[in-house]
């Protein structure tokens, strides 16, 4: 008789559709024979839709902790704890999980009757539920794609349980079995900050399959730039870059996709040069996005240097870039610096940009040359920073834990 396939517990409270990260990893072990069961947060019964969709080819079983239908009293009154928790943090200063998200008590229980040999563990909630397992004995790894207590803007700060987080990253980091995280710069800061041993860097990067790039791409005229995220808002850069368009000789194309509020909107549209355009773009399905991105010339991987999250992460987006054959205009975060030195695939800028920087985006956005150079520097980086090289890493880390 062959033996029960080990079973991995994934918990995070994203919708799988909107965490390629989580995703990737559940498919990963789903396909390497393992019984895989996820854990997260139903926030919109159009997104759980999509993320049957996503894992229906595979043997995945997907569990919400929480169903948050709008209008329903259970999602009212949930939605009305986690305020609580924010303005118990932000006023009586108390250090509460309930400013985690939406149901952070109840994901432990959920997680202890799948009786998993192995857990997961993915954001917030999931950082806090991993170290509850902890001491229920459990076995528990820790996927820490940002740094969670320094990954926000100071307004924001106010209402996040900062000292609680650093608690948890800092049980994860010495307890878990093993951790992760995007980057080696963000993986070194983290193993310093809490003298423990660095977590193995696995990056943002996707299946090579998804790399469909032409290697005759053409540029168009003008240049069409583009950013896309979840949301289009303030934090990200965008505002600056915005200002820097202004010392752009040439006229350009700024395309942004994404959630926008109107009065965001307004202001970017206010605030864009006569010369250029700017538009707007609906959130596409994850399933689209790479032919989507593919459409455009340039990537836009502006981020800030602050918060210190922000500043050694290397995200989603930039390897989406060269994955559809696109040259990138990235900030000098040090986590972009780390994952662009190798094959330089477009060119490095600071914001706000000096002097320099703007001489040297014109000269290169005028170079036809030069954007050819990175378009093929970008496609070579494609072919080395994608999931079958790093899920290896991944694949080897779950067979040593689950057989000490």
């Not at 250090?95 to 109840?106: C, I, K, N």
């Not at 193995?200 to 990067?205: E, F, G, M, Q, S």
Request: net charge positive.
């Amino acid at each position: 008789m062959s033996a029960l396939p080990k079973h991995i517990c994934i918990i995070t409270q994203s919708h799988l559709c909107r965490n390629p990260r989580v995703l990737k990893e559940a498919i990963l072990l789903a396909q390497n024979g393992y019984k895989v069961t996820v854990i997260n947060t139903g926030y919109s019964a159009q997104l759980s839709n999509e993320d049957d969709e996503l894992i229906k080819p595979y043997n995945i079983k997907l569990l919400s902790a929480v169903t948050l239908q709008a209008g329903s009293m259970k999602s009212i009154l949930l939605r009305l704890i986690g305020k609580t928790g924010r303005w118990m943090v932000r006023v009586l200063k108390m250090e509460t999980p309930l400013a985690l998200g939406y149901y952070s008590w109840g994901y432990k229980n959920l997680a202890l009757k799948q009786d998993a040999d192995l857990y997961i563990c993915h954001q917030e909630i999931g950082l806090y539920c991993g170290v509850q397992l902890i001491e229920q004995q459990k076995k528990v790894a820790f996927d820490l794609e940002d740094w969670y207590s320094e990954d926000l803007l100071p307004e924001a700060k106010s209402y996040r349980p900062l000292i609680l987080l650093r608690q948890l990253e800092q049980q994860a980091l010495q307890k878990g079995v093993f951790c992760i995280s995007t980057s080696n710069v963000m993986a070194k800061h983290l193993g310093d900050a809490y003298h423990s041993s660095e977590p193995t860097r696995i990056y943002n990067v996707f299946n090579k399959d998804r790399s469909i790039f032409d290697e005759d791409k053409q540029m168009g005229s003008p240049l069409r730039l583009f950013w896309f995220s979840q949301t289009i808002g303030p934090g990200r850069g965008l505002e600056e870059f915005v200002a820097l368009l202004h010392q752009m000789e040439a006229p350009l194309e700024l395309h942004l996709l994404g959630n926008v509020s109107v009065e965001y909107r307004s202001l970017l549209q206010s605030g864009i040069a006569q010369k250029h355009k700017i538009f707007f773009h609906e959130p596409v399905k994850a399933a689209l996005l790479p032919e989507k991105i593919k459409s455009f010339d340039i990537g836009l991987a502006i981020e800030n240097t602050s918060p210190l999250s922000r500043n050694y992460t290397v995200t989603n987006k930039f390897f989406q870039y060269l994955q559809a054959g696109l040259p990138v205009i990235a900030t000098r975060t040090a986590g972009q610096i780390e994952a662009f030195e190798k094959y330089k695939p477009g060119i490095l800028i600071n914001l706000p940009a000096g002097a320099k920087d703007i001489g040297d985006l014109n000269t290169w956005l005028s170079d036809k040359q030069a954007l050819k150079n990175a378009t093929r520097a970008a496609q070579n980086a494609a072919r080395e920073y994608n999931w079958e090289n790093e899920s290896k890493k991944l694949l080897s880390l779950v067979e040593k834990a689950l057989h000490e």
